[in-house]
Protein backbone atom coordinates (compact mmCIF):
# COMPACT_ATOMS: atom_id res chain seq x y z
CA UNK A 1 0.00 0.00 0.00
CA UNK A 2 1.28 3.88 -0.74
CA UNK A 3 2.72 5.18 2.19
CA UNK A 4 1.81 9.09 3.39
CA UNK A 5 5.46 10.64 4.88
CA UNK A 6 4.78 12.04 8.54
CA UNK A 7 6.68 15.10 8.50
CA UNK A 8 6.70 16.51 12.32
CA UNK A 9 7.05 20.10 12.51
CA UNK A 10 6.31 20.37 16.80
CA UNK A 11 9.95 21.50 17.07
CA UNK A 12 9.97 24.39 14.73
CA UNK A 13 5.98 25.63 13.93
CA UNK A 14 4.77 24.28 17.38
CA UNK A 15 7.82 25.64 19.61
CA UNK A 16 7.71 28.91 17.76
CA UNK A 17 4.13 29.35 19.08
CA UNK A 18 3.67 31.29 22.41
CA UNK A 19 3.68 29.16 25.71
CA UNK A 20 5.14 26.25 23.70
CA UNK A 21 9.13 26.92 24.05
CA UNK A 22 11.54 23.80 25.10
CA UNK A 23 14.76 23.96 26.13
CA UNK A 24 17.49 21.80 24.46
CA UNK A 25 17.28 18.47 26.39
CA UNK A 26 13.53 18.97 26.12
CA UNK A 27 13.55 19.24 22.14
CA UNK A 28 15.99 16.27 22.33
CA UNK A 29 13.49 14.11 24.49
CA UNK A 30 10.61 14.99 22.17
CA UNK A 31 13.25 14.53 18.60
CA UNK A 32 13.43 10.89 20.60
CA UNK A 33 9.46 10.35 20.64
CA UNK A 34 9.19 10.66 17.22
CA UNK A 35 11.55 8.65 16.29
CA UNK A 36 10.26 6.35 18.24
CA UNK A 37 7.11 6.90 16.75
CA UNK A 38 8.56 5.97 13.46
CA UNK A 39 7.93 9.61 12.26
CA UNK A 40 9.90 10.06 8.64
CA UNK A 41 10.88 13.84 8.64
CA UNK A 42 12.00 16.08 11.84
CA UNK A 43 11.59 19.69 11.29
CA UNK A 44 14.33 20.25 13.71
CA UNK A 45 14.01 23.72 13.99
CA UNK A 46 14.94 27.45 12.03
CA UNK A 47 18.17 27.53 12.70
CA UNK A 48 18.99 30.81 11.86
CA UNK A 49 16.48 32.33 14.42
CA UNK A 50 18.84 32.34 17.12
CA UNK A 51 22.07 30.30 18.62
CA UNK A 52 19.89 28.32 20.90
CA UNK A 53 18.04 27.25 18.08
CA UNK A 54 21.30 26.53 15.98
CA UNK A 55 22.14 24.54 18.50
CA UNK A 56 19.00 22.43 19.02
CA UNK A 57 18.62 21.61 15.47
CA UNK A 58 22.92 20.86 15.27
CA UNK A 59 22.32 18.51 18.39
CA UNK A 60 19.04 17.00 17.19
CA UNK A 61 20.93 15.72 13.57
CA UNK A 62 23.75 14.32 15.35
CA UNK A 63 21.77 12.28 17.91
CA UNK A 64 18.71 11.05 15.74
CA UNK A 65 19.47 8.73 13.30
CA UNK A 66 15.85 7.13 11.83
CA UNK A 67 14.61 9.83 10.53
CA UNK A 68 15.61 12.71 7.86
CA UNK A 69 15.85 15.73 9.80
CA UNK A 70 14.73 19.19 8.56
CA UNK A 71 15.89 22.79 9.34
CA UNK A 72 14.02 25.36 7.58
CA UNK A 73 15.64 28.87 6.03
CA UNK A 74 14.08 31.69 3.98
CA UNK A 75 15.23 32.21 0.99
CA UNK A 76 18.75 34.08 1.31
CA UNK A 77 22.01 32.44 1.47
CA UNK A 78 22.54 33.62 5.03
CA UNK A 79 19.67 31.27 6.18
CA UNK A 80 20.92 28.37 3.79
CA UNK A 81 24.54 28.39 4.81
CA UNK A 82 23.09 28.22 8.01
CA UNK A 83 20.25 25.60 7.88
CA UNK A 84 23.28 23.07 6.17
CA UNK A 85 25.51 23.64 9.06
CA UNK A 86 23.39 22.87 11.41
CA UNK A 87 21.56 19.45 9.45
CA UNK A 88 24.88 18.45 8.07
CA UNK A 89 25.48 16.10 10.84
CA UNK A 90 22.00 13.75 10.25
CA UNK A 91 21.75 10.90 8.48
CA UNK A 92 19.90 11.78 6.50
CA UNK A 93 19.77 15.94 5.92
CA UNK A 94 17.43 17.82 4.68
CA UNK A 95 16.75 21.71 4.11
CA UNK A 96 13.17 23.33 4.10
CA UNK A 97 13.29 26.52 1.90
CA UNK A 98 10.63 29.02 1.61
CA UNK A 99 9.06 32.31 0.07
CA UNK A 100 5.70 33.88 0.45
CA UNK A 101 3.76 33.71 -3.29
CA UNK A 102 0.82 35.10 -2.33
CA UNK A 103 -0.07 39.13 -3.51
CA UNK A 104 -0.26 39.82 -0.19
CA UNK A 105 2.62 38.60 1.19
CA UNK A 106 4.81 39.73 -1.60
CA UNK A 107 3.42 43.14 -1.68
CA UNK A 108 3.31 43.76 2.43
CA UNK A 109 5.68 41.85 3.67
CA UNK A 110 8.53 40.42 1.31
CA UNK A 111 8.00 44.31 -0.79
CA UNK A 112 9.16 42.09 -4.20
CA UNK A 113 7.38 41.85 -6.96
CA UNK A 114 5.97 38.04 -8.71
CA UNK A 115 8.92 38.29 -11.11
CA UNK A 116 11.34 38.71 -8.18
CA UNK A 117 9.91 35.99 -6.04
CA UNK A 118 10.07 33.52 -9.25
CA UNK A 119 13.58 34.43 -9.85
CA UNK A 120 14.34 34.34 -6.19
CA UNK A 121 12.96 31.01 -5.47
CA UNK A 122 14.63 29.33 -8.26
CA UNK A 123 18.29 30.65 -7.42
CA UNK A 124 17.82 29.82 -3.80
CA UNK A 125 16.61 26.27 -4.47
CA UNK A 126 19.61 25.43 -6.26
CA UNK A 127 22.03 27.33 -4.14
CA UNK A 128 20.81 24.82 -1.44
CA UNK A 129 20.81 22.10 -3.87
CA UNK A 130 24.54 22.40 -3.87
CA UNK A 131 24.99 21.37 -0.15
CA UNK A 132 21.71 18.58 -0.30
CA UNK A 133 20.24 16.37 -2.71
CA UNK A 134 17.09 16.63 -0.19
CA UNK A 135 15.48 19.46 -0.47
CA UNK A 136 12.19 20.94 -0.09
CA UNK A 137 10.32 23.96 -0.88
CA UNK A 138 7.49 25.61 0.71
CA UNK A 139 5.21 28.09 -0.95
CA UNK A 140 4.12 29.88 2.17
CA UNK A 141 0.14 31.28 1.88
CA UNK A 142 0.17 28.74 -1.41
CA UNK A 143 -3.36 28.61 -0.57
CA UNK A 144 -4.06 32.23 -1.09
CA UNK A 145 -1.67 32.75 -4.12
CA UNK A 146 -2.84 33.55 -7.55
CA UNK A 147 -2.87 29.86 -9.17
CA UNK A 148 -1.01 30.84 -12.39
CA UNK A 149 1.63 32.24 -10.94
CA UNK A 150 1.70 29.30 -8.23
CA UNK A 151 1.91 27.08 -10.98
CA UNK A 152 5.27 29.20 -12.35
CA UNK A 153 6.99 29.41 -9.05
CA UNK A 154 6.38 25.55 -7.86
CA UNK A 155 7.77 24.52 -11.77
CA UNK A 156 11.20 26.20 -11.07
CA UNK A 157 11.33 25.19 -8.12
CA UNK A 158 11.08 21.74 -9.46
CA UNK A 159 13.57 22.68 -12.46
CA UNK A 160 16.04 24.35 -9.29
CA UNK A 161 16.06 20.87 -7.88
CA UNK A 162 13.58 20.52 -5.23
CA UNK A 163 12.63 17.09 -4.29
CA UNK A 164 9.34 17.73 -2.15
CA UNK A 165 7.20 21.10 -2.41
CA UNK A 166 4.77 22.10 0.15
CA UNK A 167 1.86 23.80 -0.53
CA UNK A 168 0.46 25.82 3.10
CA UNK A 169 -2.59 26.59 3.94
CA UNK A 170 -0.55 28.98 6.11
CA UNK A 171 -3.75 31.49 7.47
CA UNK A 172 -5.90 27.97 7.68
CA UNK A 173 -8.17 30.11 4.73
CA UNK A 174 -8.78 26.91 2.90
CA UNK A 175 -11.69 24.44 2.89
CA UNK A 176 -11.43 20.93 1.98
CA UNK A 177 -12.49 20.71 -1.75
CA UNK A 178 -9.91 23.63 -2.64
CA UNK A 179 -7.31 21.77 -0.85
CA UNK A 180 -8.08 18.35 -2.82
CA UNK A 181 -8.36 21.02 -6.05
CA UNK A 182 -5.15 22.85 -5.46
CA UNK A 183 -2.95 19.60 -5.16
CA UNK A 184 -4.68 17.82 -8.28
CA UNK A 185 -4.47 21.50 -10.01
CA UNK A 186 -0.77 21.48 -9.15
CA UNK A 187 -0.14 17.56 -9.99
CA UNK A 188 -1.61 17.74 -13.54
CA UNK A 189 -0.33 21.28 -15.06
CA UNK A 190 3.09 21.44 -14.00
CA UNK A 191 6.16 20.28 -15.70
CA UNK A 192 8.20 17.67 -13.49
CA UNK A 193 5.58 17.07 -10.95
CA UNK A 194 5.63 13.47 -11.46
CA UNK A 195 9.52 13.49 -9.92
CA UNK A 196 8.31 15.32 -6.43
CA UNK A 197 6.34 14.61 -3.45
CA UNK A 198 4.21 17.15 -2.93
CA UNK A 199 3.32 18.16 0.44
CA UNK A 200 0.54 19.79 3.00
CA UNK A 201 0.92 22.33 5.95
CA UNK A 202 -2.74 23.42 7.31
CA UNK A 203 -3.08 25.85 10.08
CA UNK A 204 -6.06 25.29 11.92
CA UNK A 205 -7.36 28.74 12.26
CA UNK A 206 -10.77 27.53 11.16
CA UNK A 207 -10.82 23.74 12.42
CA UNK A 208 -10.24 22.36 9.06
CA UNK A 209 -6.54 21.26 9.56
CA UNK A 210 -6.85 18.03 9.55
CA UNK A 211 -9.83 18.13 6.86
CA UNK A 212 -7.94 20.04 5.20
CA UNK A 213 -4.68 17.81 5.10
CA UNK A 214 -6.51 14.64 4.61
CA UNK A 215 -8.10 16.79 1.03
CA UNK A 216 -4.46 16.88 -0.03
CA UNK A 217 -3.50 13.70 0.68
CA UNK A 218 -6.96 12.47 -1.31
CA UNK A 219 -5.88 15.13 -4.08
CA UNK A 220 -2.52 13.38 -4.23
CA UNK A 221 -0.16 14.55 -1.55
CA UNK A 222 2.18 12.23 -0.17
CA UNK A 223 3.48 14.09 2.36
CA UNK A 224 1.83 15.88 5.60
CA UNK A 225 3.49 18.52 7.89
CA UNK A 226 1.73 18.06 11.56
CA UNK A 227 2.53 18.45 15.25
CA UNK A 228 2.14 16.59 18.29
CA UNK A 229 -1.33 17.72 19.86
CA UNK A 230 -1.56 20.02 16.85
CA UNK A 231 0.40 22.58 18.08
CA UNK A 232 1.81 25.91 16.30
CA UNK A 233 0.74 29.13 15.49
CA UNK A 234 -2.20 30.74 16.38
CA UNK A 235 -4.80 27.97 16.49
CA UNK A 236 -1.60 25.22 15.28
CA UNK A 237 -1.25 23.07 12.71
CA UNK A 238 -2.59 19.43 11.47
CA UNK A 239 -2.32 17.83 14.67
CA UNK A 240 -0.41 14.24 13.89
CA UNK A 241 -2.55 12.02 15.92
CA UNK A 242 -5.84 12.70 13.95
CA UNK A 243 -3.99 12.59 10.58
CA UNK A 244 -2.76 9.73 11.22
CA UNK A 245 -5.53 7.74 12.57
CA UNK A 246 -7.52 9.39 9.94
CA UNK A 247 -5.70 7.89 7.25
CA UNK A 248 -5.40 4.33 9.20
CA UNK A 249 -9.27 4.26 10.23
CA UNK A 250 -10.54 5.20 6.91
CA UNK A 251 -7.90 3.23 4.75
CA UNK A 252 -11.59 2.05 3.10
CA UNK A 253 -11.48 5.84 1.58
CA UNK A 254 -7.47 6.55 1.27
CA UNK A 255 -6.49 3.22 0.34
CA UNK A 256 -3.23 4.87 1.78
CA UNK A 257 -0.86 4.07 4.97
CA UNK A 258 1.81 5.82 7.54
CA UNK A 259 5.10 4.50 8.62
CA UNK A 260 3.61 5.45 12.23
CA UNK A 261 3.84 3.14 15.11
CA UNK A 262 0.32 4.28 16.22
CA UNK A 263 0.78 3.05 19.64
CA UNK A 264 3.49 5.32 20.29
CA UNK A 265 0.74 8.20 20.13
CA UNK A 266 -0.28 8.61 23.53
CA UNK A 267 3.27 8.40 25.02
CA UNK A 268 4.28 11.43 22.75
CA UNK A 269 1.15 13.31 23.20
CA UNK A 270 1.67 13.52 27.34
CA UNK A 271 5.69 13.64 26.92
CA UNK A 272 4.66 17.21 24.83
CA UNK A 273 2.17 18.37 27.39
CA UNK A 274 4.35 17.68 29.99
CA UNK A 275 7.32 19.90 28.93
CA UNK A 276 5.11 22.72 27.84
CA UNK A 277 3.09 22.28 30.92
CA UNK A 278 -0.06 21.85 29.82
CA UNK A 279 -2.88 19.35 29.57
CA UNK A 280 -5.08 17.83 26.81
CA UNK A 281 -8.39 19.46 26.79
CA UNK A 282 -10.68 16.42 27.78
CA UNK A 283 -12.51 16.60 24.67
CA UNK A 284 -9.79 16.66 22.16
CA UNK A 285 -9.27 13.84 19.69
CA UNK A 286 -7.10 10.64 20.02
CA UNK A 287 -5.68 11.79 22.93
CA UNK A 288 -7.81 14.01 25.27
CA UNK A 289 -8.99 11.87 28.75
CA UNK A 290 -12.70 11.17 27.27
CA UNK A 291 -11.43 10.50 23.69
CA UNK A 292 -12.14 6.86 24.69
CA UNK A 293 -14.54 7.04 27.54
CA UNK A 294 -18.19 6.29 27.52
CA UNK A 295 -20.26 7.71 30.17
CA UNK A 296 -23.89 7.40 28.93
CA UNK A 297 -26.02 4.56 29.84
CA UNK A 298 -26.65 4.10 26.14
CA UNK A 299 -23.31 4.33 24.98
CA UNK A 300 -22.22 2.11 27.85
CA UNK A 301 -25.31 -0.49 27.18
CA UNK A 302 -23.74 -0.75 23.09
CA UNK A 303 -20.11 -0.89 24.06
CA UNK A 304 -20.86 -3.59 26.29
CA UNK A 305 -22.54 -5.31 23.69
CA UNK A 306 -20.13 -4.95 20.92
CA UNK A 307 -17.16 -2.29 21.41
CA UNK A 308 -17.37 -1.28 18.08
CA UNK A 309 -21.06 0.53 18.39
CA UNK A 310 -19.05 3.71 19.60
CA UNK A 311 -15.60 3.27 18.85
CA UNK A 312 -14.15 3.27 15.79
CA UNK A 313 -10.48 2.70 17.03
CA UNK A 314 -9.17 1.10 20.01
CA UNK A 315 -7.77 2.68 22.92
CA UNK A 316 -4.89 0.36 22.71
CA UNK A 317 -4.14 0.84 18.91
CA UNK A 318 -2.96 4.78 20.67
CA UNK A 319 -1.64 3.29 23.31
CA UNK A 320 -3.95 3.49 26.08
CA UNK A 321 -4.00 0.68 28.22
CA UNK A 322 -7.06 -0.12 29.97
CA UNK A 323 -5.78 -1.16 33.20
CA UNK A 324 -7.32 -3.37 36.29
CA UNK A 325 -4.53 -3.89 38.60
CA UNK A 326 -4.58 -1.76 41.62
CA UNK A 327 -1.04 -0.45 42.76
CA UNK A 328 -0.42 0.31 46.20
CA UNK A 329 1.67 -0.02 49.18
CA UNK A 330 2.51 -3.69 49.49
CA UNK A 331 3.41 -4.07 45.69
CA UNK A 332 6.50 -4.71 46.21
CA UNK A 333 9.77 -3.52 43.11
CA UNK A 334 9.00 -6.23 40.65
CA UNK A 335 4.84 -5.35 40.13
CA UNK A 336 6.02 -1.61 39.65
CA UNK A 337 8.76 -2.36 37.38
CA UNK A 338 6.57 -5.16 35.45
CA UNK A 339 3.41 -3.09 34.93
CA UNK A 340 5.88 -0.16 33.92
CA UNK A 341 7.28 -2.84 31.48
CA UNK A 342 3.44 -3.08 30.11
CA UNK A 343 2.85 0.65 29.75
CA UNK A 344 5.81 0.73 27.05
CA UNK A 345 8.35 2.14 29.46
CA UNK A 346 12.05 0.85 29.12
CA UNK A 347 14.04 1.71 32.61
CA UNK A 348 17.66 1.05 33.59
CA UNK A 349 17.75 -0.44 36.78
CA UNK A 350 18.81 3.45 38.18
CA UNK A 351 15.66 4.82 37.04
CA UNK A 352 13.20 2.35 38.36
CA UNK A 353 15.20 2.40 41.71
CA UNK A 354 14.09 6.31 41.42
CA UNK A 355 10.66 5.72 40.18
CA UNK A 356 10.10 2.73 43.09
CA UNK A 357 11.68 5.29 45.64
CA UNK A 358 8.96 7.88 44.53
CA UNK A 359 6.22 5.24 44.58
CA UNK A 360 6.29 4.50 48.38
CA UNK A 361 5.91 7.57 49.20
CA UNK A 362 3.36 8.69 46.81
CA UNK A 363 1.92 5.30 48.23
CA UNK A 364 1.84 6.96 51.54
CA UNK A 365 -0.02 9.48 50.79
CA UNK A 366 -2.41 7.92 48.37
CA UNK A 367 -4.58 4.31 48.62
CA UNK A 368 -5.00 3.56 45.42
CA UNK A 369 -1.71 4.25 42.52
CA UNK A 370 -3.31 4.35 38.79
CA UNK A 371 -1.36 4.30 35.65
CA UNK A 372 -1.51 7.74 35.20
CA UNK A 373 0.02 8.16 38.65
CA UNK A 374 3.06 5.81 37.28
CA UNK A 375 3.44 7.49 34.47
CA UNK A 376 3.67 10.83 36.17
CA UNK A 377 5.91 9.34 38.58
CA UNK A 378 8.66 8.32 35.78
CA UNK A 379 8.37 11.59 34.03
CA UNK A 380 9.64 13.26 36.98
CA UNK A 381 12.19 10.75 38.07
CA UNK A 382 13.81 9.87 34.70
CA UNK A 383 15.57 11.86 32.09
CA UNK A 384 13.69 14.54 31.05
CA UNK A 385 14.11 16.55 34.59
CA UNK A 386 17.06 14.68 36.42
CA UNK A 387 20.52 15.27 35.37
CA UNK A 388 21.25 18.64 36.31
CA UNK A 389 18.72 18.93 39.60
CA UNK A 390 20.95 16.56 41.62
CA UNK A 391 23.04 19.30 42.43
CA UNK A 392 21.48 22.18 44.14
CA UNK A 393 18.59 23.49 46.76
CA UNK A 394 16.61 20.50 48.14
CA UNK A 395 13.30 21.70 50.07
CA UNK A 396 13.76 20.55 53.98
CA UNK A 397 10.56 21.79 54.74
CA UNK A 398 7.89 24.60 54.79
CA UNK A 399 5.18 26.06 56.82
CA UNK A 400 2.08 27.91 55.64
CA UNK A 401 -0.54 30.32 56.84
CA UNK A 402 -2.92 31.54 54.21
CA UNK A 403 -6.15 33.19 54.91
CA UNK A 404 -8.76 34.78 52.98
CA UNK A 405 -8.80 38.07 55.03
CA UNK A 406 -4.55 38.17 55.92
CA UNK A 407 -1.35 38.30 54.01
CA UNK A 408 -0.13 35.08 53.20
CA UNK A 409 3.21 33.66 55.28
CA UNK A 410 5.81 31.01 54.33
CA UNK A 411 8.68 29.94 55.96
CA UNK A 412 10.98 27.86 54.01
CA UNK A 413 13.86 25.38 54.91
CA UNK A 414 16.10 24.48 52.72
CA UNK A 415 19.57 22.13 52.24
CA UNK A 416 22.04 22.62 50.18
CA UNK A 417 25.26 20.92 50.50
CA UNK A 418 24.32 19.58 54.28
CA UNK A 419 23.72 23.07 54.86
CA UNK A 420 20.66 24.40 55.94
CA UNK A 421 18.90 28.00 55.33
CA UNK A 422 15.71 29.54 56.64
CA UNK A 423 13.89 32.11 55.61
CA UNK A 424 10.09 34.04 56.02
CA UNK A 425 8.26 35.92 53.25
CA UNK A 426 4.66 37.52 52.74
CA UNK A 427 2.93 37.14 49.24
CA UNK A 428 -0.34 37.84 47.09
CA UNK A 429 -0.81 33.67 48.08
CA UNK A 430 0.65 31.01 49.38
CA UNK A 431 2.57 30.47 46.59
CA UNK A 432 3.81 34.12 46.03
CA UNK A 433 4.85 33.39 49.82
CA UNK A 434 6.52 30.48 49.19
CA UNK A 435 8.35 31.85 46.57
CA UNK A 436 9.39 35.30 47.94
CA UNK A 437 10.75 32.85 50.54
CA UNK A 438 12.66 30.58 48.60
CA UNK A 439 14.22 33.93 46.26
CA UNK A 440 14.82 35.57 49.92
CA UNK A 441 17.27 31.92 50.48
CA UNK A 442 18.57 31.47 46.85
CA UNK A 443 18.75 35.67 45.77
CA UNK A 444 18.69 33.81 42.48
CA UNK A 445 19.61 35.83 39.17
CA UNK A 446 17.32 38.23 37.44
CA UNK A 447 14.99 36.23 35.35
CA UNK A 448 10.89 36.26 34.26
CA UNK A 449 8.72 33.84 35.50
CA UNK A 450 6.86 32.26 31.92
CA UNK A 451 4.61 30.11 33.41
CA UNK A 452 3.13 28.49 36.49
CA UNK A 453 0.68 25.38 35.34
CA UNK A 454 -1.15 22.99 37.77
CA UNK A 455 -3.02 19.72 36.78
CA UNK A 456 -4.08 16.64 38.43
CA UNK A 457 -2.79 13.22 37.39
CA UNK A 458 -5.76 10.91 38.20
CA UNK A 459 -9.21 11.47 40.24
CA UNK A 460 -10.05 12.22 43.62
CA UNK A 461 -9.32 14.19 46.27
CA UNK A 462 -5.80 12.47 47.33
CA UNK A 463 -4.70 13.37 43.90
CA UNK A 464 -1.27 14.11 42.59
CA UNK A 465 -0.78 17.50 41.58
CA UNK A 466 1.29 17.72 38.75
CA UNK A 467 3.24 21.19 38.38
CA UNK A 468 5.63 22.99 35.78
CA UNK A 469 7.28 26.30 36.28
CA UNK A 470 9.20 27.45 33.62
CA UNK A 471 11.44 30.46 34.21
CA UNK A 472 13.51 32.66 31.46
CA UNK A 473 17.32 33.70 31.99
CA UNK A 474 19.87 34.20 29.62
CA UNK A 475 17.46 33.72 26.48
CA UNK A 476 16.98 30.11 27.55
CA UNK A 477 13.98 28.69 29.37
CA UNK A 478 14.54 26.79 32.84
CA UNK A 479 12.06 23.71 33.52
CA UNK A 480 11.31 22.71 36.90
CA UNK A 481 8.13 19.91 37.99
CA UNK A 482 7.01 18.81 41.03
CA UNK A 483 4.66 15.86 41.82
CA UNK A 484 3.13 15.59 45.40
CA UNK A 485 -0.27 15.46 46.64
CA UNK A 486 0.24 17.96 48.00
CA UNK A 487 0.07 20.91 45.65
CA UNK A 488 2.30 23.53 47.96
CA UNK A 489 5.13 21.09 48.36
CA UNK A 490 4.83 20.62 44.23
CA UNK A 491 4.98 24.34 43.33
CA UNK A 492 8.06 24.71 45.93
CA UNK A 493 9.60 21.54 44.49
CA UNK A 494 8.80 22.74 40.70
CA UNK A 495 10.30 26.35 41.33
CA UNK A 496 13.45 24.98 43.18
CA UNK A 497 13.96 22.74 40.30
CA UNK A 498 13.62 25.47 37.69
CA UNK A 499 16.19 27.82 39.75
CA UNK A 500 18.90 25.31 40.02
CA UNK A 501 18.92 24.82 36.66
CA UNK A 502 19.53 27.69 35.92
CA UNK A 503 22.22 27.82 38.50
CA UNK A 504 23.60 25.15 36.72
CA UNK A 505 23.71 26.88 33.38
CA UNK A 506 25.18 29.86 34.80
CA UNK A 507 28.21 27.60 36.77
CA UNK A 508 28.80 25.94 33.15
CA UNK A 509 28.98 29.44 31.40
CA UNK A 510 30.50 31.21 34.49
CA UNK A 511 33.65 32.65 32.36
CA UNK A 512 30.99 34.10 29.31
CA UNK A 513 30.31 37.04 27.97
CA UNK A 514 28.15 38.45 30.99
CA UNK A 515 23.72 37.68 31.06
CA UNK A 516 21.84 38.92 28.19
CA UNK A 517 19.14 40.88 29.17
CA UNK A 518 16.39 39.14 31.79
CA UNK A 519 13.81 40.99 33.40
CA UNK A 520 12.49 40.46 36.65
CA UNK A 521 8.69 39.50 36.73
O1 LIG B 1 2.61 28.04 7.69
C1 LIG B 1 3.53 28.11 6.88
O2 LIG B 1 3.39 28.54 5.72
C2 LIG B 1 4.85 27.66 7.30
C3 LIG B 1 5.90 27.58 6.23
C4 LIG B 1 7.14 28.26 6.64
C5 LIG B 1 6.11 26.16 5.83
O3 LIG B 1 5.05 27.32 8.44
ZN1 LIG C 1 3.11 26.90 9.48
Not at 316 to 333: D, F, P, Y
Not at 367 to 379: G, R
Amino acid sequence: MEQVKIFDTTLRDGEQSPGCSMNLREKIEVARCLEKMHVDIIEAGFAIASPGDFESVKTISETIRGCTIASLARSTPKDIDTAWEAVKGAADPRIHVFIATSPLHMEYKLKMSPEKVLERAGEMVAYAKKYCSNIEFSAEDATRSEPEFLRRVVERAIASGATTINLPDTVGYTTPGEMRELIEDIKNNVKGAENVIFSVHCHNDLGMATANALAGVLGGARQVECTVNGLGERAGNTSLEEIVMAIRTRQDVTGLTTGIDTTQIHRASQTVYNIIGQTAPLNKPIVGKNAFAHESGIHQHGVLANKKTYEIMTPESVGIHVNNLVLGKHSGRHAVGQRLEELGFKLSKEELDRCFDEFKIVCDKKKNITDADLEAIVTHNTNIVYEDEAEGYKLDWFQMSTSNFTTATCTVSLEKDGEKKQDVALGDGPIDAAYNAIDAIIQPSAHSFDIFNIHSISEGKDTLGDVTVKVNAYDRTFTGRGLSTDIMEASINAYLKALNRMAAYERKHSNEAAPIKATEA
